[in-house]
Structure formats: C-alpha cells, structure tokens
C-alpha cells in the first residue's frame, strides 16, 4: 500500500497493487484512517489501477460496504474517489457505491481510465 496524505488538499490517496482480498482492502482503509496525519473529514482516492479485484464476489464486495460503518462521522461521511482501469474493477466500485450510498452520508466517485500502452 501507498499512502499519502495531503493535509492542504485535505484526501488522502491510497494506491493499491497486485492481486488484493478483501482483508487487505479493509486492512489498507483501517491503516488510511488510523494514520496520525489523518483528520475527520478527509477524503479519500483509492487508486485501484494496478490493482486486481477478480478474486472479490459480489457478496464480499456488499459486506465491504458496510464495513467503514463501525466508524464515526467525519470518516464514514466523506468524499471517496475510485481510481480504476479495468470494466471488472469499474463494476466492482459502482456496485460498492450504490451499496453505501444507501447505508451512509458518504459521496462516492468512481473513475474509468483506459490503461497505459506500452
């Protein structure tokens, strides 16, 4: 995981890479957030592009939704961003989105950008 906190702008970036579970995904969010440069009301980009979400289902992907719901204000009602490159991954975040948009205040973006060529 790369994480990088820009307190002016006032996000933080996750980048994530390699094929990931959902574990490591939740994992690399409690990190995000427990970060002492990290303040309530941050918001977050996930850059997924060199990432490979295959091996989460649908099911894992709803149940994610829910996780950040355990927090408090100010971490569970903000602007997060999805990064992605791939229509499975692109899928995957729209499907995260409509399910936590349900549950929680948060506003989710999900961004599809074609991959570099070589």
Known sequence: MDLCIDEDKNIAYI????????????DAFDLAVADKRYKDGMGRLWDFRDADLSSLSSETVVSMAQYSSKYPPGINDVKVAFLVSRDYEYGLSRMFQMTSD?????????????????
């Open 15 to 26: 980048k994530l890479s390699g094929v990931l579970s959902s574990k490591a995904i939740l």
């Open 102 to 118: 349900s549950e929680h205040r948060s506003r989710f973006f999900v961004c599809w950008t074609k991959p570099k060529s070589g």
